[in-house]
T-cell receptor, first 108, second 115 residues
Protein backbone atom coordinates (compact mmCIF):
# COMPACT_ATOMS: atom_id res chain seq x y z
CA UNK A 1 0.00 0.00 0.00
CA UNK A 2 1.16 3.50 -0.78
CA UNK A 3 2.81 5.20 2.20
CA UNK A 4 3.36 8.93 2.44
CA UNK A 5 5.69 10.25 5.12
CA UNK A 6 6.24 13.84 6.09
CA UNK A 7 8.82 15.38 8.33
CA UNK A 8 8.96 17.16 10.53
CA UNK A 9 5.49 16.69 12.00
CA UNK A 10 5.80 19.81 14.11
CA UNK A 11 7.75 22.90 13.18
CA UNK A 12 8.10 26.07 15.18
CA UNK A 13 9.82 28.87 13.33
CA UNK A 14 10.76 32.44 13.96
CA UNK A 15 9.47 35.01 11.53
CA UNK A 16 11.97 35.73 8.80
CA UNK A 17 13.59 32.30 8.89
CA UNK A 18 13.72 29.67 6.17
CA UNK A 19 12.85 26.00 6.47
CA UNK A 20 11.98 22.95 4.40
CA UNK A 21 9.30 20.31 4.87
CA UNK A 22 9.99 16.91 3.34
CA UNK A 23 7.58 14.42 1.85
CA UNK A 24 8.61 10.87 0.92
CA UNK A 25 6.36 8.33 -0.70
CA UNK A 26 6.71 4.61 -1.22
CA UNK A 27 5.56 3.84 -4.76
CA UNK A 28 6.12 5.28 -8.19
CA UNK A 29 4.10 8.39 -8.88
CA UNK A 30 4.60 11.33 -11.21
CA UNK A 31 2.11 13.51 -9.37
CA UNK A 32 2.23 15.06 -5.94
CA UNK A 33 0.02 17.61 -4.24
CA UNK A 34 0.42 20.02 -1.36
CA UNK A 35 -2.50 21.23 0.73
CA UNK A 36 -2.88 23.66 3.58
CA UNK A 37 -5.33 23.36 6.47
CA UNK A 38 -6.07 26.10 8.96
CA UNK A 39 -7.45 25.10 12.37
CA UNK A 40 -11.09 24.13 12.15
CA UNK A 41 -11.11 24.54 8.39
CA UNK A 42 -10.99 22.33 5.36
CA UNK A 43 -8.08 21.68 3.03
CA UNK A 44 -6.97 24.19 0.45
CA UNK A 45 -4.90 23.19 -2.56
CA UNK A 46 -1.50 24.86 -2.72
CA UNK A 47 0.51 23.12 -5.42
CA UNK A 48 0.01 20.48 -8.07
CA UNK A 49 3.30 18.91 -9.22
CA UNK A 50 2.82 16.82 -12.32
CA UNK A 51 6.25 15.69 -13.44
CA UNK A 52 9.78 14.97 -12.33
CA UNK A 53 11.66 18.18 -11.67
CA UNK A 54 8.49 20.25 -11.37
CA UNK A 55 8.88 23.38 -9.30
CA UNK A 56 6.06 25.69 -8.31
CA UNK A 57 6.24 28.90 -6.30
CA UNK A 58 3.59 31.00 -4.66
CA UNK A 59 4.68 33.85 -2.46
CA UNK A 60 6.97 32.55 0.26
CA UNK A 61 6.32 28.90 -0.55
CA UNK A 62 8.09 26.82 -3.15
CA UNK A 63 7.42 23.16 -3.87
CA UNK A 64 9.48 20.73 -5.90
CA UNK A 65 9.22 17.11 -6.97
CA UNK A 66 11.88 14.47 -7.57
CA UNK A 67 10.05 11.37 -8.76
CA UNK A 68 13.21 9.27 -8.93
CA UNK A 69 13.93 9.87 -5.27
CA UNK A 70 10.17 9.78 -4.47
CA UNK A 71 10.65 13.03 -2.64
CA UNK A 72 8.95 16.39 -2.60
CA UNK A 73 9.96 19.44 -0.63
CA UNK A 74 8.03 22.48 0.48
CA UNK A 75 10.42 25.34 1.15
CA UNK A 76 9.39 28.29 3.25
CA UNK A 77 11.26 31.53 2.73
CA UNK A 78 11.26 34.35 5.30
CA UNK A 79 8.34 32.92 7.23
CA UNK A 80 5.51 35.16 8.38
CA UNK A 81 2.79 34.49 10.95
CA UNK A 82 0.12 34.04 8.27
CA UNK A 83 1.86 30.85 7.14
CA UNK A 84 0.97 29.15 10.44
CA UNK A 85 -1.14 26.14 9.44
CA UNK A 86 -0.88 22.40 8.86
CA UNK A 87 0.62 21.38 5.53
CA UNK A 88 -0.12 18.05 3.90
CA UNK A 89 1.44 16.35 0.94
CA UNK A 90 -0.57 13.78 -0.99
CA UNK A 91 0.07 11.21 -3.68
CA UNK A 92 -2.22 9.13 -5.81
CA UNK A 93 -4.79 9.23 -8.53
CA UNK A 94 -8.30 8.21 -7.65
CA UNK A 95 -7.33 7.12 -4.15
CA UNK A 96 -5.15 9.98 -2.99
CA UNK A 97 -3.20 9.26 0.18
CA UNK A 98 -2.05 11.97 2.54
CA UNK A 99 0.92 12.38 4.79
CA UNK A 100 0.40 12.95 8.49
CA UNK A 101 0.79 16.69 8.08
CA UNK A 102 3.31 19.21 9.32
CA UNK A 103 1.96 21.63 11.88
CA UNK A 104 3.80 24.88 11.30
CA UNK A 105 3.82 27.66 13.87
CA UNK A 106 5.52 30.92 12.99
CA UNK A 107 6.38 33.05 15.99
CA UNK A 108 7.13 36.78 15.98
CA UNK B 1 -18.63 28.84 -9.34
CA UNK B 2 -19.96 27.10 -6.27
CA UNK B 3 -17.55 24.94 -4.32
CA UNK B 4 -18.07 21.52 -2.81
CA UNK B 5 -21.03 21.56 -0.45
CA UNK B 6 -21.37 19.18 2.45
CA UNK B 7 -24.36 18.74 4.71
CA UNK B 8 -24.90 18.65 7.58
CA UNK B 9 -21.92 20.59 8.91
CA UNK B 10 -22.27 19.33 12.46
CA UNK B 11 -24.13 16.44 13.97
CA UNK B 12 -24.26 14.51 17.18
CA UNK B 13 -25.29 10.86 17.33
CA UNK B 14 -25.23 8.12 19.91
CA UNK B 15 -23.56 4.76 19.67
CA UNK B 16 -25.47 2.26 17.59
CA UNK B 17 -27.22 4.84 15.46
CA UNK B 18 -26.52 5.42 11.81
CA UNK B 19 -25.72 8.59 9.92
CA UNK B 20 -25.89 9.77 6.33
CA UNK B 21 -23.71 12.58 5.05
CA UNK B 22 -24.22 14.38 1.77
CA UNK B 23 -21.83 15.96 -0.70
CA UNK B 24 -22.52 18.05 -3.79
CA UNK B 25 -19.41 18.38 -5.98
CA UNK B 26 -18.34 21.35 -8.02
CA UNK B 27 -20.42 21.57 -11.16
CA UNK B 28 -18.83 19.47 -13.86
CA UNK B 29 -16.78 17.35 -11.47
CA UNK B 30 -17.70 13.71 -11.75
CA UNK B 31 -15.35 12.13 -9.23
CA UNK B 32 -16.11 12.35 -5.53
CA UNK B 33 -13.85 11.11 -2.75
CA UNK B 34 -14.49 10.82 0.95
CA UNK B 35 -11.97 11.12 3.76
CA UNK B 36 -12.08 10.71 7.52
CA UNK B 37 -9.91 13.04 9.55
CA UNK B 38 -9.12 12.39 13.20
CA UNK B 39 -6.34 13.72 15.43
CA UNK B 40 -4.95 10.24 15.94
CA UNK B 41 -5.14 8.74 12.45
CA UNK B 42 -4.94 11.84 10.31
CA UNK B 43 -6.56 11.91 6.89
CA UNK B 44 -7.71 8.48 5.82
CA UNK B 45 -9.16 7.62 2.44
CA UNK B 46 -12.63 6.09 2.60
CA UNK B 47 -13.76 5.67 -1.00
CA UNK B 48 -13.97 7.28 -4.39
CA UNK B 49 -16.85 7.33 -6.84
CA UNK B 50 -17.02 8.11 -10.52
CA UNK B 51 -20.09 7.81 -12.71
CA UNK B 52 -22.05 6.18 -9.91
CA UNK B 53 -19.42 3.46 -9.48
CA UNK B 54 -17.10 2.95 -6.55
CA UNK B 55 -13.65 2.76 -8.08
CA UNK B 56 -11.53 2.67 -4.95
CA UNK B 57 -12.06 1.84 -1.33
CA UNK B 58 -9.89 2.43 1.69
CA UNK B 59 -9.34 0.12 4.63
CA UNK B 60 -12.57 0.70 6.55
CA UNK B 61 -15.12 -1.79 7.83
CA UNK B 62 -18.31 -2.53 5.94
CA UNK B 63 -20.23 -0.20 8.26
CA UNK B 64 -18.93 2.58 6.04
CA UNK B 65 -20.66 2.75 2.70
CA UNK B 66 -21.39 5.27 0.04
CA UNK B 67 -23.05 5.91 -3.24
CA UNK B 68 -23.09 8.39 -6.04
CA UNK B 69 -26.09 9.59 -7.97
CA UNK B 70 -26.44 10.38 -11.65
CA UNK B 71 -25.96 14.10 -10.95
CA UNK B 72 -22.60 13.26 -9.27
CA UNK B 73 -23.88 14.07 -5.80
CA UNK B 74 -22.68 11.57 -3.26
CA UNK B 75 -23.72 10.26 0.12
CA UNK B 76 -21.88 8.24 2.67
CA UNK B 77 -23.44 6.21 5.41
CA UNK B 78 -22.05 4.90 8.64
CA UNK B 79 -24.12 2.29 10.43
CA UNK B 80 -23.90 1.07 14.01
CA UNK B 81 -21.89 4.07 15.08
CA UNK B 82 -18.97 3.65 17.46
CA UNK B 83 -17.25 6.26 19.59
CA UNK B 84 -14.21 6.00 17.34
CA UNK B 85 -16.25 7.19 14.37
CA UNK B 86 -16.21 10.70 15.78
CA UNK B 87 -14.33 12.66 13.16
CA UNK B 88 -14.40 15.29 10.49
CA UNK B 89 -15.65 13.72 7.27
CA UNK B 90 -14.39 15.48 4.21
CA UNK B 91 -15.69 15.21 0.70
CA UNK B 92 -13.60 16.23 -2.29
CA UNK B 93 -14.37 16.43 -5.96
CA UNK B 94 -12.13 16.46 -8.98
CA UNK B 95 -12.44 16.98 -12.68
CA UNK B 96 -12.03 13.92 -14.85
CA UNK B 97 -10.91 13.78 -18.41
CA UNK B 98 -8.09 15.22 -20.48
CA UNK B 99 -7.84 18.39 -18.37
CA UNK B 100 -7.68 16.49 -15.12
CA UNK B 101 -4.68 17.25 -12.91
CA UNK B 102 -6.05 15.12 -10.10
CA UNK B 103 -6.29 18.14 -7.83
CA UNK B 104 -8.89 17.62 -5.13
CA UNK B 105 -11.27 20.37 -4.11
CA UNK B 106 -12.56 19.90 -0.60
CA UNK B 107 -15.79 20.79 1.08
CA UNK B 108 -15.94 22.28 4.58
CA UNK B 109 -16.62 18.88 6.09
CA UNK B 110 -19.20 17.28 8.32
CA UNK B 111 -18.13 17.05 11.94
CA UNK B 112 -19.63 13.97 13.54
CA UNK B 113 -19.63 13.45 17.29
CA UNK B 114 -20.66 10.06 18.60
CA UNK B 115 -21.69 9.95 22.27
Amino acid sequence: ELKVEQNPLFLSMQEGKNYTIYCNYSTTSDRLYWYRQDPGKSLESLFVLLSNGAVKQEGRLMASLDTKARLSTLHITAAVHDLSATYFCAVGNNDMRFGAGTRLTVKP
Amino acid sequence: KAGVTQTPRYLIKTRGQQVTLSCSPISGHRSVSWYQQTPGQGLQFLFEYFSETQRNKGNFPGRFSGRQFSNSRSEMNVSTLELGDSALYLCASTLQGAMNTGELFFGEGSRLTVL
